[in-house]
DNA sequence: GAGCACTGC
């Protein structure tokens, strides 16, 4: 294996080090900033004063990278070198060197603000700017301020951003590390497809038919249209004159992968998608972004890139969600192209003009801490209380619009987080400590006083671990699904999180058995990760339970409370800032917050109507999410006597008193002016129905509408 | 009467 190029910089890394508290590494992909900086700090005897700890965006990149740090240092897994990541702490008194999700130093610092115990703390990966990365970003800020004698701050990122974040913290140096990657020609197209699948498969039948061996990797928007693009491009390769070209396969590569395949596909992915295809056959990989940066895969040549991707968003003036498909950023079309020149020089065809790169895709994605909803980030925050910490001044790489900092506000002290003057009260403290959504965690705490907590841990737990009753992915299998559908629990009318309630008691009741989830058409995954959940916040609130937490128990509590009266109270509580009232006439209801909303209960919900035909008069919603029309999503009855107080309180809700009372005019500033850098990404926000295609072309539409306005 | 990209505590 060749040396890696990052070791030619040690003494330059150590160096500047020694004398900075931060430094900036730019790595490109193959420079082995990952495995080696922290082995050179450990070299230079950083781990004698401390720990050095790495974050990493993902779980699997913090276990993969400590294996073969722990392996390149000849020591146990565990020892030296470990990993920390939920569920899975594998860490002892001897770890120097310790990999760690960003999520998790995040839980790390609040009980420890200051990390005493870490000499160094690398934020790898911070280019590709999650939500807890951009936090510690901030809180590491502060911290050198502190801690500058004994601390020290690497920040890695993959592309040119250095100057940004080196500006960040006032001009410290940026090293550039080179990469390892082969060059790739970038080829475009003449001007955009009208119909962008058609055109990504001929695209991939020219290449097939024309280029030289290597595999070829597709990336699109979503399962339905790389669904559409294997099936046709199979059908179209198949009908090829026999010998005109060599062999190909087609794969789909997505995050859901139907359960009855996930353990074939599973084998297939990684003994087919991730080995080498067999001699003289192409392997075409159709993928939705995961493949930018999740999954890595071997062998690709070429890269078909459709200039779209798939993208969640949260509008903080309606509290709703959409999923847009929006175009990619330069950064990412560059990500996507660099996929191909990882074992020999590539081609990337881009289905979209030069001109469109240069001119019309934003330089980088739109950092996740602008697209989300902020209450968890902000309770986080006010928790810390750290006293020199003000939320509207809190320094963000990118701010985020003081519209969405109120928002959270809002939502916050709606569910007794903070009270009217903006502090944190003792049940935001407590909500802080649980890893859930503040509504999930709002509801437990309730449910603890009312002495439901065994159903809350289950319903907040299958909720966080998003499992779907009703799975879409057995089309060929209707006869089953249905037979199966009507076997699980409905919820006994009340609604969708009584449903999660009894689906997991059944589950209980089927001794965990993996078997029962596939047969009633639940992910045996999710079903998984839900029950870990629950574990982990069962031993969390050990501490302040009332009554027993098991599972069984809260079967019991059913008998005297047939109506789950306690539990439907509890997410009343918890869900104060999601209330929705029913209109007069007809079965829309409208949600009571800071802007109501017109919104429809989803189809998909088992929520029942009366005789009459009419839904209950109040509910609970989990989500708000814009598709074709804006529907709640996990509704929950809940009853009137128990929103009044939350009205009231709505009432006197004072947006001026809740951000810090007279000091918030002058933050305004000072927000508003950094948030007019970052304006949001032209977005699909009206829902247009129809094709993806007629989406995007709508979307562009748009864009050019805002542009000629200009 | 709908349909979901990707992460994470």
Known sequence: MAVLPILQFEDKIAETVAENPVVVIIGETGSGKSTQLSQ?????????SGTIAVTQPRRVAAVTVARRVAFELGSRLGEEVGYAIRFEDRTSDKTCIKYLTDGCLLRESLSNPE??????????????????TDILLGLMK???????????????????????????????PVLNVPGILFPVEKLYSTERPTNYVECCLKTALDVHVREPPGDVL?????????????????????????????DAIVFPLHGSLPPELQAISSNLIIIRVFSPAPPNCRRFIVATNIAETSLTVDGIVYVIDSGFVKQRQYNPSTGMYSLDIVQISRVQADQRAGRAGRTRPGKCYRLYPRTVYDEEFLDATIPEIQRSSLAGSVLYLKSLSLSDIDILKFDFLDPPSRESLEDALRQLYLIDAIDENGQITEIGKAMAELPLEPSLARTLIEANELGCLSQALTVTSM?????????????????????????LPDGSGWGDHIQLLQVYESWDRADYDPNW?????????????????????????QKMGKGSLDVESGMRQKQS??????????????????????MLLHNGYHTLGYRSQLVQVHPSSVLEADEDGQLPDYVVYHELINTSRPFMRNVCAVEISWVQPISKKLEKMNIDKLSGGSGASENNEIIEN?????????????????????????????????????
Not at 147 to 152: E, F, G
Not at 525 to 533: E, G, I, P
Not at 562 to 581: M, S, V
């Open 674 to 710: 950094k948030t007019i850098n970052s304006p949001m990404q032209a977005v699909d926000a009206s829902g247009t129905p129809g094709s993806v295609d007629s989406k995007i072309q709508a979307a562009r539409e748009r864009y050019l509408a805002r542009k000629a306005k200009r």
């Open 463 to 487: 909720l966080s671990a998003e499992v779907a009753i009703r799975p879409t992915h057995s089309k060929n299998k209707e006869k089953k699904r249905k037979q199966s559908f009507y076997k």
């Open 115 to 132: 990390l005493n115990q870490y000499s160094v703390i690398i934020l790898d990966e911070a280019h590709e700017r999650s939500l807890n």
């Open 517 to 541: 989830c596939t047969d009633n058409d639940l992910q045996v995954r999710s079903m998984m990760f839900s029950k870990d959940v629950r574990k982990q916040l069962s031993q969390i609130v």
């Open 218 to 246: 597709i990336f699109m928007t979503g399962q339905d249209d790389i669904d559409k693009m294997v099936f046709k491009l199979e059908e179209k390769i198949q009908n090829l004159e026999e010998g005109s070209c060599m």
């Open 561 to 582: 409370d047939k109506d789950y009266k306690k539990l439907r109270r509890a997410l009343c509580r918890g869900y104060g800032n999601q209330l929705a009232e029913r």
């Open 40 to 48: 050179i700090l450990h070299r230079r005897g950083y781990t004698r």
């Open 142 to 172: 502060r911290l050198i301020n502190r801690r500058s004698s004994n601390l020290k701050v690497l920040i890695t990122s993959a592309t040119l951003d250095g100057v940004k974040v080196s500006r960040f913290f006032s001009g410290c």
